[in-house]
């Protein structure tokens, strides 16, 4: 049974008859959203969703899949009602949405009850709210700031879960790329994601200090960005240590690792030096597109956290859970400034044209006006899900799990036959990845052996590279069992266009070519065959 409740259809237009009205009575399975919500606000309504997904699903069972499965008997496992399972949603009761006008702000919430289900999708996020850190460590003018965690340790399990509703052959590949090895390491891809509970935040400074010209002949400030991970670094950084070694200078101070890329990058606002620091006694990586702004983020100088703006912007927001952003005001007149230059592009040019009416300059003027700027925040803990925000517009919105879960379901249907013809694409991407593992299998031989690319490819399995050669050398490109064929003798010092490895050409003569440079990409077999003989080895 579906309870909705918006409090403006609760107000009688009869002064007398509202003043007699009783309160409104919330049943005991609502009560718990209610609570997460601002009932005081322009827009309050909450939704018992209990079942409405698991008896959906069924439904698409019984007509979509059917009818599916008939035509593609090898799908007989497929099930929607298996998949809503595994994706921890099914425990999903209630939603209800709120939005109250506070300040310079729309206060907008949404509230999912999960009962704090930790599977599937769910087991990305959580059900156990971290602090927000990112704020504590940007520079007081920091103008984004975006932090998110994503917990990768049940995405194998689910996974697998997948690949038992899969026809044998897809089966098999999934099973065989979570048993396969990370690129150039010997651990497997499986056994890694296992390790890796992350926490990524991106932040980002418009230096107004700093100018340039852009195309539309508008000044716009210099930018300049640091990310930093955690939970990576203590299982990355012994992978991979030696590889980069082999490549690139780095330093260490103890259990801090330092890599500058040697070479300054060109930006419109002046030369920048990137810079990655591996800190594998707290479990962080930082990188920087500049060695000045990761020391102003490293710094005890003042923070992002303690400024007016950030604390006006996520006031009322939690101050915890799984994913936060903020903008600045100052970063909301950029966005004004291209919002005008994107206009202008859609009239001038018809392939811009989609631009017209997505950002209009009026309509940005008129909304994004606080001072403060914006910020959001979602939380997932033991009673749902939570999304929290200060806008510039309110949310009024309906129910719409049911609407975007039928819309799924119709776009589904219709992508049935685009699907099935790009399964070829698939295999095409597949096959070109699996190049790229044997490219840097043979870069990590090289590098043991004085520069020298293995005689044969046989040398890869004798000297522990890779494990499986067969499945490597044998790819689908689409057709299943074609080969690769390497041209041994060459050196780390060759020139870098040589072609190194090629596939068999497909039915559309096209071939995978594989080049010293370590590029891997789709070539005509017209194109390798000139190639190949202006190559001079």
């Known amino acids: 049974m579906k309870i909705a409740t918006p409090i403006l259809a609760l107000a009688l237009p009869c002064s007398v008859l509202a003043q007699q009205a009783e309160p409104v009575k919330i049943s005991p399975p609502l009560q718990q959203t209610v609570k997460q919500l601002d009932t005081d606000g322009i827009h309050f309504s909450i939704t018992n969703i209990k079942g409405d997904l698991s008896e959906f699903s069924t439904l698409i069972d019984k007509i979509f899949l059917g009818v599916l499965k008939k035509e593609s008997p090898e799908l007989s496992k497929l099930s929607a009602t298996k998949i809503l399972e ?77 690949a038992t509703m899969l026809p044998g052959e897809q089966a098999s590949q999934l099973e065989a790329f979570l048993d396969g090895p990370l690129p150039a390491t010997q651990s497997r891809i499986g056994e890694t994601l296992e390790k890796l509970d992350l926490r990524y935040s991106l932040i980002v400074d418009l230096d107004e200090s700093k100018t340039w010209k852009g195309p539309d002949g508008e000044d716009y400030p210099a930018v300049y960005y640091c990310t930093r991970i955690d939970g990576a670094a203590k ?27 040697p070479e300054k990058m060109d930006t419109p606002w002046g030369p920048s030096q990137p810079v990655c620091v591996i800190d594998t006694d707290k479990n962080q990586i930082w990188m920087a597109f500049d060695q000045g702004f990761l020391d102003k983020c490293l710094s005890s100088e ?15 927001l939690p101050q915890q859970g799984f994913a936060h952003a903020y903008i600045s005001g100052a970063a ?15 009239e001038g040019d018809e392939d811009m044209a989609f631009l017209k009416g997505m950002i209009d300059p009026e309509v940005l ?22 999304l929290a925000g200060n806008s510039p517009v309110p949310d009024k919105g309906s129910n719409k799990v049911m609407n975007s879960t039928f819309m799924a379901a119709g776009l589904s249907a ?31 031989y090289a590098e043991d052996h004085d520069g020298n690319f293995p005689k044969s490819l046989q040398d890869l399995t ?58 891997v990409k789709v070539e005509t077999e017209e194109e390798l065959v000139q190639a190949l003989k202006a190559q001079k080895r």
Not at 302 to 316: G, P
Request: glycine share 8%; hydrophobic share 35%.
């Open 332 to 346: 909301c007149k950029q966005l004004l400034t291209l919002s005008k230059f994107g206009s202008l592009l859609a």
């Open 414 to 444: 219709m992508s049935y036959g685009p699907i099935m013809r790009n399964i070829k694409a698939s295999k095409r991407t597949q096959s070109i990845q699996e190049v790229k593992n044997l490219c840097m299998a043979c870069y990590s």
């Open 302 to 316: 003042a923070k992002l956290a303690d400024s007016e703006s950030y604390q006006k912007a996520t006031n009322r």
């Open 86 to 162: 595994i994706s921890g949603l099914t425990l999903a009761q209630t939603i209800g949405r709120s939005s109250k006008h506070v300040g310079d702000f729309y206060h907008n919430r949404t509230f999912i009850e999960t009962k704090g289900s930790d599977r599937g999708l769910l087991s990305l996020i959580g059900n156990t709210p971290q602090p927000w850190a990112s704020a504590s460590y940007a520079p007081a003018g920091a103008d984004l700031v975006v932090e998110s965690n994503i917990n990768l340790k049940l995405v194998p399990q689910t996974l697998r879960e997948i």
């Open 462 to 519: 004798k000297d522990g590279y890779v494990d499986n050669l067969q499945d490597l050398i044998t790819i689908d490109f689409p057709e299943k069992g074609m080969k690769v064929k390497y041209l041994p003798g060459f050196t780390m010092t060759s020139k870098a266009s040589n072609i190194l490895m090629f596939s068999e050409a497909d039915e559309d003569g096209q071939v995978i070519v594989c080049r010293l440079d370590g590029s």
């Open 235 to 261: 299982t990355l950084w012994p992978l991979y240590k030696d590889m980069l070694g082999s490549v690139i200078k780095y330093s260490s101070k103890g259990n801090v690792h330092t890599i500058v890329i």
């Open 365 to 386: 003027n008129k909304t994004l006006t606080s001072p403060f700027g914006y910020a959001w925040a979602a939380r997932h803990d033991r009673n749902g899900l939570l």
